[in-house]
């Protein structure tokens, strides 16, 4: 069974540039988050899809980061513009109980 | 929201057993997880409990109390592989929130 994909895995951008990471879930899971997670931290939920709705979002930055779910399927999350202290690890997970993890996009903003 | 609480770290001998407490506060509960992560890797899922009491996998149980907010997680025979962070996560409604985790080292 192929796991969560994410890409890219690592990205590098100078403060007040834009970037996206996408993520594609496993195949028949209709939840879907995105995490950031910094050095040190445990991973906070930045938002919460229930196939393409949201479901929970209370703790995205929506001033600079914004997300989608298309057709309930892949998921893009942007951030615009980025800031020194977004630097972190996203990770995107998908489930029906349990939470599956892609590798991540370890983003370092400069 | 979610109160999620567990130590930040804890050190053990290989062969030995340790133990790991998450204590929580939230409404609508609907699931707590221990997952395990190795350094610069992602999480990956190692139990789930949703009734109290023990649930048992290999070398490892998980453990739980709805009526005190609490579960742990048990390591028994310690490998040195098991040295990593291991995270906490409850589950209300519909909303997955993650600890701090706790770091373990195993030392020889």
């Known amino acids: 069974e192929a796991g969560v994909a994410q890409s890219p895995r690592y990205k590098i951008i100078e403060k007040r540039q834009s970037v996206a990471f996408w993520c594609n879930p496993i195949?028949?899971?209709?939840?879907l988050y995105w995490y950031q997670q910094i050095l040190g931290q445990g991973p906070k939920l930045l938002i919460q899809f229930q196939n393409n709705g949201v479901v929970d979002d209370s703790q995205l930055p929506k001033d600079r980061f914004s997300a989608e779910r298309l057709k309930g399927v892949d998921s893009t999350l942007k951030i615009q513009p980025a800031k020194l202290e977004d630097s972190a690890v996203y990770l995107c997970a998908s489930s029906e109980t349990e939470a599956f993890f892609g590798q991540g996009t370890r983003l370092t903003v400069v | 929201g979610q109160n999620i609480d567990q130590p930040t770290e804890m050190t053990a001998t290989e062969g030995a057993i340790v133990q790991i407490n998450c204590t929580y506060q939230t409404s609508g509960f609907n699931g707590l997880f221990w997952y395990q992560q190795h350094a610069g890797e992602a999480p990956t899922f190692l139990s789930y409990n949703v009734l109290d009491g023990l649930e048992e996998k290999g070398r490892f149980s998980s453990f739980l109390s709805r009526s005190k907010g609490y579960s742990y997680l048990l390591l028994k025979e310690l490998q040195m592989k098991d040295s990593a962070s291991y995270l906490c996560?409850?589950?209300?409604?519909?909303?997955?929130?993650f600890g701090a985790g706790t770091t373990v080292t195993v030392r020889a």
């Open positions: 195949s028949g899971h209709a939840t």
């Open positions: 996560a409850v589950r209300n409604d519909y909303k997955l929130s």
